[in-house]
T-cell receptor
Framework: AQKITQTQPGMFVQEKEAVTLDCTYDTSDPSYGLFWYKQPSSGEMIFLIYQGSYDQQNATEGRYSLNFQKARKSANLVISASQLGDSAMYFC????????????FGTGTRLLVSP | SQTIHQWPATLVQPVGSPLSLECTVEGTSNPNLYWYRQAAGRGLQLLFYSVGIGQISSEVPQNLSASRPQDRQFILSSKKLLLSDSGFYLCARQWNYGYTFGSGTRLTVV
């Protein structure tokens, strides 16, 4: 079964507008963490934001915020005021477990920001 | 610093040749280390992980193997490469609640 689902292969947004990238997850573990990474064409994986399963508030990091809806098992990434440099692949990932923790990735969403 | 060093950045190898990709990490000792592979236009697939020297767990059956001869060294190997081994290989380490990735090796098997 797919642990992390990203249903949007590609998204387009105009510069300065906000965009939401969808992510749903599946786990029976009460302790987990959710991550978003950005991968530009260079291939490096850039950490954007983290949400723990017990965190009461949605995580925010600058222009990035994570819309965490635990009951729906969704962890959407919101990018406000998009910039041309935001064009990249975006991956949602989940870490499960307490003792040893593996990071499992979704298939990614390619975001293109136009001027 | 939790820096990860991976080399080489790109590699073109013929089918049937051996492979050795090296990853070394800085920072706290005894890190959890991971090898991921990313096929073109796809997500990251976990190949191997290691919780300590000599301790390797494989996630998927494949033509590759991994070793951890030193605390901060993680090596990905193959005795005979297949065309299907082409991809982007990333080494990662876990720290606190996060994960840091190396810059990756783009392997093309021809």
């Amino acid at each position: 079964a797919q642990k992390i689902t990203q249903t949007q292969p590609g998204m387009f947004v105009q510069e300065k507008e906000a965009v939401t990238l969808d992510c749903t997850y599946d786990t029976s573990d009460p302790s987990y963490g959710l991550f978003w990474y950005k991968q530009p064409s260079s291939g490096e994986m850039i950490f954007l934001i983290y949400q723990g399963s017990y965190d009461q508030q949605n995580a925010t990091e600058g222009r990035y915020s994570l819309n965490f809806q635990k009951a729906r098992k969704s962890a959407n990434l919101v990018i406000s005021a998009s910039q041309l440099g935001d064009s990249a692949m975006y991956f949602c990932a989940m870490r499960e477990g307490r003792s040893f923790q593996k990071l499992v990735f979704g298939t990614g969403t390619r975001l293109l920001v136009s001027p | 610093s939790q820096t990860i060093h991976q080399w080489p950045a790109t590699l073109v190898q013929p089918v049937g040749s051996p492979l050795s990709l090296e990853c070394t990490v800085e920072g706290t000792s005894n890190p959890n280390l991971y090898w991921y592979r990313q096929a073109a236009g796809r997500g990251l697939q976990l190949l191997f992980y290691s919780v300590g020297i000599g301790q390797i767990s494989s996630e998927v059956p494949q033509n590759l193997s991994a070793s951890r001869p030193q605390d901060r060294q993680f090596i990905l190997s193959s005795k005979k490469l297949l065309l299907s081994d082409s991809g982007f290989y990333l080494c990662a380490r876990q720290w606190n609640y996060g994960y840091t990735f190396g810059s990756g090796t783009r392997l093309t098997v021809v």
